[in-house]
């Protein structure tokens, strides 16, 4: 079911349209979970964007998941050491340690 905002923030962008490649997002815990069998991809949440100071960044556990153009996770190396399909990490908040998700190649798309 899709979350539906009449207006949008006072401070950030709202985003969506994006999907969970090898974990899905369980609403009621706010959190990443394990994917449900045989389902390849899921919806990401709608995320509100909102800018902070670096210092000023909320810290909780979560997964630097990456976010990605195309499924292929491939492209040409730029020289920031990631591909042309990178996009950027996204903070994914999670109880598990990340190597968790990492070892399940977890990605957004």
Wanted: hydrophobic share 35%.
């Amino acid at each position: 079911q899709e979350d539906r905002y009449p207006t949008g923030p006072e401070n950030g962008v709202l985003t969506y349209g994006l999907f969970l490649e090898g974990a899905r997002w369980e609403k009621e815990s706010s959190a990443l979970a394990e994917s449900l069998p045989k389902v390849l991809f899921s919806p990401a949440p709608t995320m509100h964007w909102v800018p902070y100071r670096r210092a000023d960044v909320p810290q909780y556990p979560h997964y630097k998941c990456p976010v990605y153009k195309t499924s292929d996770r491939r492209g040409i190396l730029a020289t920031t050491g990631h591909s042309s399909n990178f996009v950027c990490f996204i903070h994914m908040p999670t109880p598990m340690d990340e190597d968790h998700w990492v070892e399940r190649g977890v990605a957004m798309l």
